[in-house]
């Protein structure tokens, strides 16, 4: 099954006036097929030490990548804070597949390498139905450069692990014992895979790394210090340095009194393989929302708990970019872009948010999707629909072909 929760919302606004349409793009009952990336718009003996938690839940993607670049290898997702939920460490299949906004169905990693950090937290925010504080992308370099600020860790390996080619080929990378790893060994067991495409194995090394980091940063008040209190400027973050070592320093207590949870997202095989040749799989949509409510309730927004909406974007003027533009304008309002296709044609003038039944609830959250946007006309279609709730025809005012300015685009009818 095709699975993607959608914890979307409700938005709340006033009256609406409504035109009745009869003959409009209608959302496709199949997901279309991948299309050319288009630009991103935007961009134990020792007591351990109190630490300043976050009130509310902190969370942080980080996501590496091979050197130079391109889709994510690995995707780990950090977590503190919240009264409701564990600290946690929760493992992201990269093969999982997503609608990636402005590019169809396609693999998380894959978000990365179309549109950068953006895209990819557009992506794993939509697939998830969360809200994420920050997300660090790195490449070997700057994760052995994290790494080795410890001083370097003794990790237990548990077997031997070989790296094997598809020609045959075969080399010893890490012997099964105790032994100690500077920092670029350390992010090379973080993304070691013996062969290409087990990306549900590698969260065990991972697992087995960061348990070993988060237990030395527990005891050890002068290595937080060391790896942390600058904000780990080689993680690239944007948020104060403070909030960098809050987090971690919760993790480590967490680890240390045996409340921190290490988690893999629910998928199931799809069958297929990406660009890689690696396993694609579906986020298992029962299991996601008891996965999602355990971990992460609190960055659930508080928009998003009344049920899901979920939107089709329809680019109706031909210029790149038009779905990333409309899904970061939908972000934080309780919406969720399910769908991104080209309209039946590029002429369309004015934008059409396009409804499929009259309730007031369907029209006041219309009426939201327009003030986000800043235009639009609401249009209620007789063609019924199963895949999506709303679907929004960008028009030539929102991809900026007019003179209006975002006042004038905004005020409701008369």
Do not use: C, H
């Not at 959608?6 to 009952?29: E, K, R």
Request: charged share 20%; hydrophobic share 40%.
């Amino acid at each position: 099954m095709l699975a993607v929760v959608l914890v979307l919302a409700l938005g709340i606004a006033g009256g609406v006036a409504t035109t009745l349409v009869a003959d409009l793009p209608q959302a496709s009952a199949d997901l279309p097929a991948p299309a050319t990336a288009a630009p991103w718009v935007s961009e134990t003996e020792q007591a351990v030490p109190d630490v300043t938690v976050p009130v509310d839940q902190s969370t942080l993607l980080l996501a590496t990548t091979a050197r130079g670049g391109g889709p994510a290898n690995t995707l780990t997702l950090f977590s503190s804070g919240g009264d409701e939920t564990p600290e946690s460490v929760l493992f992201i299949p990269p093969g999982t597949l997503t609608e990636v906004p402005g590019v169809g169905l396609q693999t998380m990693a894959s978000a990365l390498q179309f549109g950068g950090a953006p895209l990819l937290q557009s992506s794993v925010e939509g697939a998830l139905g969360i809200g994420i504080d920050q997300v660090a992308v790195v490449g070997p370099e700057e994760l052995a450069a994290f790494f080795d600020r410890s001083g370097g860790l003794t990790v237990d390996v548990d077997q031997q692990l070989i790296k094997r080619r598809a020609n045959g080929s075969a080399r010893v990378r890490f012997e099964a014992g105790s032994q100690p790893m500077d920092g670029a060994k350390l992010a090379d067991y973080w993304t070691f895979t013996e062969v290409d495409g087990e990306d549900l194995a590698l969260f065990v090394r991972q697992q087995d790394l960061m348990e070993t980091l988060l237990e030395a940063l527990a005891f050890d008040e002068a290595l937080r210090g060391r790896m942390l209190a600058d904000g780990a400027p080689a993680l690239g973050l944007t948020t104060e340095s403070g909030w960098t070592e809050a987090l971690f320093s919760a993790l480590a207590s967490a680890a240390e009194a045996g409340r921190l949870e290490f988690d893999i997202t629910p998928v199931e095989p799809f069958g297929g393989v990406d660009g890689r040749g690696n396993p694609t799989f579906l986020l298992a949509e029962e299991e996601l929302e008891t996965f999602v409510a355990t971990y992460l309730a609190p960055s659930v927004p508080e928009s998003a708990k009344n049920g899901p909406v979920r939107v089709q974007v329809l680019n109706g003027v031909g210029t790149p970019g038009l779905a990333e533009a409309v899904d970061q304008a939908l972000r934080g309002g309780g919406f969720r872009v399910v769908q991104t296709e080209n309209a039946n044609s590029f002429d369309y003038a004015e934008t059409r948010i396009l409804v499929y039944d009259e309730r007031e609830s369907t029209l006041e959250r219309a009426d939201r999707v327009r003030e986000l946007l800043g235009t639009g006309s609401i249009q209620v279609s007789r063609q019924p629909q199963s895949m999506v709730d709303m679907s929004i025809v960008v028009g030539s005012d929102f991809a900026g072909g007019d003179e209006t300015s975002p006042e004038q685009r905004s005020g409701r009818p008369e």
